[in-house]
């Protein structure tokens, strides 16, 4: 895998994009311009890599969309050695995101075949996760909680309860929640039992998976 000097003029055309879009946060628009997002996808998809758009990738699920992971990544307002659960590993690309943004990346897949495939391909482009889980994302990871931050990136129909009680205070959940169409939600905890909610318009994600086992 070679990342040239062509993909890496795509990527600064890919972050030109999305500051367009509305991304401020100069340490998302690095990480997206630093990452070699050809590596995440197929080598039939190479060309589309830059592009702002989700593709599709093993089990059925797809490399979000460059705009959606950094409007995400910008939500959490990561801090270096901010320690972040990730809800759906997916290809990695996310997680990479996280990584270049100093946090101390947990991260949770309920497919085995990308479980496999993204725990042996990140580490050998140089990116390491403090854990890598095959798991339900529903269920958090108490063992590791409370967490700074915690992103979801599948839709889920509702937002668990879990999730929010493994947040630290003053931590924050970013979770599109819906059936079809997913309303990007962001829950800061303000206390034990006291939750900020906002709202941030319209997206398109593949369902999040529960283990009905």
Known sequence: ??????????????????VKKGIKDQNVLKAINKIPRHFFMDSGFIDHAYQDKAF??????TISQPYTVAFQSELLQIQPGDKV?????????QTAVL????AKVYSIERQQE???KTSKFLPKIGYRAKSLIFGDGYKGLPVEAPFQ????????????????????IGGRLVIPVGDDVQVMTM????????FEKHEFGDFRFVPMLEDKN
């Open 56 to 61: 599709p990738i093993a089990a059925d699920q």
């Open 114 to 116: 990308l479980f496999k």
């Open 99 to 102: 990584l270049e943004l100093g």
């Open 149 to 168: 931050s915690i992103i979801v990136t599948a839709g889920a129909p509702y937002v668990p309860n879990p999730l929010l009680s493994q947040l630290t």
């Open 187 to 194: 829950f800061i905890r303000k206390g034990p039992k006291e």
């Open 1 to 18: 895998m070679k990342d040239t000097f062509k993909h890496q003029g795509m990527r600064q055309q890919l972050v030109d994009t999305l």
């Open 85 to 93: 659960l990730e809800i759906g590993t997916g290809s990695g690309y």
